[in-house]
Every structure is written in C-alpha cells, then in structure tokens.
C-alpha cells in the first residue's frame, strides 16, 4: 500500500515546539519533492513549506519563514517540518504530499497524507 503517514502533531503552547514527520510506505521518497500544507477551521488549505528531492532547495510561506525549517533523511524516508515559535495562529491540520516539484499550488500531487493535528493554545 503507498502511503505518507504523519506524526508528531499534539498541543502545544505558544512560544513552544513541535516536530512533524512524513514518512512514506510502499514507496521511496528519493524522487519527490514533498510539500507540507496546513488546514485551519473554516479557512481554505494553504501551503507551508516544500523541499526537494535533493534536498538543496526549500521554502516557506511567509508566515512561518524564520520559525518552521523542513528538511529530510532519504535514508529513513522520512521528511520533517521543525516548527518552533509556535503561535495560536498555525492550529490547523497538517498535511504532507508528495509531488514532483515544489508549486505553491496543489497541482500535480500524487500522494496526500491523512494529516496530523497541531493545536497551539494556553
């Protein structure tokens, strides 16, 4: 079965940290670039970050530039999105999806994973 799952969402306070990871099954990451999106209630799904096969080129919604870093370990098929500074506004589901390329559109996804809760509160 070719699947991305998720892990390492949870609750968090403001100010703290939380590392997602995406890891594949049934298929290698190597040749993908996976892209991380989030969902926040009643808003519409918007990307977060990607990074490429390579792993030499990323980047970042303004809203979490300087704050969240993505990165990946082919070895362990597995992609990260290090979130720190964490802010009641990036509650939303996370979603990570594989692609062949990194678009800041949804266009060309192959593979969506079923996205892990991160809820940012006091």
């Known amino acids: 079965q070719l699947q991305l799952v998720e892990s390492g969402g949870g609750l968090v306070q403001p100010g703290g940290s939380l590392r997602l990871s995406c890891a594949a099954s049934?298929?290698?990451?190597?040749?993908?670039?996976i892209g991380w999106f989030r969902q926040a209630p009643g808003k519409e799904r918007e990307g977060v970050s990607c990074i490429t096969s390579s792993g030499r080129i990323t980047n970042y919604a303004d809203s979490v530039k300087g704050r969240f870093t993505i990165s990946r370990d082919n070895a362990k098929n597995t992609v990260y999105l290090q979130m720190n500074s964490l802010k009641p506004e990036d509650t939303a589901v996370y979603y990570c999806?594989?692609?062949?390329?990194?678009?800041?559109?949804?266009?060309?996804?192959?593979?969506w994973g079923k996205g892990t809760q991160v809820t940012v509160s006091s």
């Open positions: 999806a594989a692609r062949p390329y990194c678009s800041a559109n949804e266009y060309g996804i192959d593979y």
């Open positions: 049934g298929f290698t990451l190597d040749y993908y670039a």
